[in-house]
């Protein structure tokens, strides 16, 4: 039982990182309809770019994030301009396309610098004993982290004239431009929100876990489970999913081995999509 409880807190300090990644795949949905497929080679640009600040500037991982953070957002209104701003009102398969190519470019540029060789981000924060339970300090400051970050968001969101815009062009960007809304620079924005919440992610979990080019994928996938449990277009729906998958990959691995967590995440993805497709907390613009 120790053991067991010993996973399920660790799965949730991972659940909170998890939620943090899908919230940037749901606001973007939420907001413009959009899919980005882009998604887990921005979480591995995350993760590469707090390992080049840390290894090559030795600027302190966490102070890192910031700086992530920064260039995330930045990032992610440059691909919105470039790449979905032309294809925003076409058919949904003109932007997956968008979203598809920024993925292989990505990929490549990456592969081509980085190569496939995995990295890591030689930090530690130690550890902290709670009887049984051991926690990682990565761990426990990422979660702490991601709270704040979604603080932050939902602030921004419901607080600030920018964030009452994002929400009006999510209900009806037609009537938001007819009030005076400028519909194209807050969907860049909201598009670079998103990016800036991968990114984010990818930083975070790169101070716990080994990484390459190729590793976002993993998280992309975590990530379309997430919004579908916590509901697309619902980014606070997308912590309380993470929190769940956290669990869930918390729990599993004492009972079967760890082979089968993609297994029944993915049983559990359909499931929610037959039967409540809104997802547990429901759809939200």
Same mark, same amino acid.
């Given at each position: 039982m120790d053991f067991l409880f010993a996973s399920i807190i660790d799965g949730l300090l991972l659940g909170f990182v998890y939620g943090i990644a899908a919230m940037g #795949?749901? $606001? %973007?949905?939420g907001v413009m309809n959009v899919i980005n497929l882009a998604h887990g080679p921005i979480i591995a640009l995350g993760m590469f770019g707090v390992y080049l600040i840390f290894?090559? #500037?030795?600027? *302190?991982? !966490? %102070?890192?994030? +910031?700086?992530?953070?920064?260039?995330?957002?930045? #990032? /992610?209104? @440059?691909? !919105? !301009?470039?790449a979905v701003h032309r294809v925003i009102n076409a058919p949904h398969l003109s932007t997956l396309l968008a979203t598809f190519s920024i993925n292989m470019i990505?990929?490549? @540029?990456g592969t081509a610098v980085f190569s496939a060789s995995p990295r890591n981000v030689d930090f530690s924060l130690g550890s902290m004993t709670l009887g049984?339970?051991?926690l990682l300090g990565s761990r426990v400051v990422a979660a702490v982290a991601s709270l704040l970050i979604t603080g932050g968001l939902y602030a921004f969101l419901y607080k600030t004239r920018q964030g009452r815009y994002i929400r009006a062009v999510a209900n009806n960007r037609d009537a938001a431009e007819l009030m005076g809304v400028p519909s194209t620079k807050i969907l860049a924005l909201s598009f670079g929100l998103g990016t800036m919440l991968a990114s984010v992610a990818g930083a975070l979990i790169a101070t716990f876990f080994p990484f390459t080019i190729l590793a976002? /994928?993993? !998280?992309? @996938?975590?990530?379309? +489970? %997430?919004?579908?449990?916590?509901? @697309?277009? *619902?980014? %606070?729906?997308? $912590?309380?999913?993470?929190l769940i998958l956290g669990v869930l990959e918390g729990i599993i691995p004492t009972f079967m081995p760890t082979t089968w967590?993609?297994?029944?995440?993915?049983?559990?993805?359909?499931l929610i999509l037959l039967v409540r497709p809104q997802g547990i907390f429901g759809a939200k613009k």
């Open positions: #795949l749901t $606001l %973007i949905w290894t090559g #500037l030795g600027v *302190n991982p !966490y %102070i890192g994030v +910031v700086l992530v953070a920064v260039l995330g957002l930045l #990032l /992610g209104m @440059l691909i !919105y !301009y470039i990505i990929i490549g @540029l049984p339970i051991t976002g /994928g993993v !998280y992309e @996938l975590k990530s379309f +489970v %997430i919004g579908v449990l916590g509901g @697309l277009g *619902n980014p %606070i729906g997308a $912590l309380f999913g993470g967590v993609p297994v029944l995440e993915f049983v559990l993805f359909v």
